[in-house]
């Protein structure tokens, strides 16, 4: 019951607002999609920013979720960019913050939860059983 809207696909602020105006926030996650760091949109307006500048702009649509996805660290068990997890959460406290890209273990869930990040994206680490569902379950 949630549309995500990721950068990658999104044609700029314009189009991210008339979207908000249209669904209530309270049914839409933002997927701050990057590579390597750096903000990936077709909108040179997003791709220009950093993405802390992406989140910074996020304030005035009333969007609350929003996803942090490293796409080049997809499937590399490389770990989160953890850094960018931890000033995210200092400077939008508010934000129900979800990561993605490059989870690699248990512990790293536990780093994750500790730095107050609401949600995790795993995949290729169940895949691989560098986390299993007993891991999740316990």
Not at 41 to 47: F, V
Not at 55 to 82: F, S
Request: hydrophobic share 45%; proline share 3%.
């Amino acid at each position: 019951n949630k549309v995500i809207i990721g950068t990658e696909t999104l044609s700029g602020w314009e189009a991210l607002v008339a979207i908000c105006a249209t669904i209530p926030a309270r049914h839409l996650v933002f997927s701050l999609d990057m590579r390597s760091g750096r903000v990936l949109s077709h909108s040179p307006q997003l791709s220009a920013l950093d993405p802390l500048g992406v989140l910074d702009g996020l304030q005035r649509t009333g969007l609350r979720e929003v996803i942090l996805l490293d796409l080049a660290r997809v499937g590399t068990g490389g770990g989160t960019d953890q850094a960018l997890i931890k000033e995210a959460r200092r400077r939008y406290p508010e934000l129900a913050l979800l990561a993605g890209g490059g989870v690699r273990n248990m512990d790293e869930l536990c780093r994750l939860e500790a730095l107050g990040v609401d949600g995790v994206l795993v995949g290729t680490a169940l895949h691989q059983g560098t986390i299993t569902a007993r891991d999740l379950r316990a």
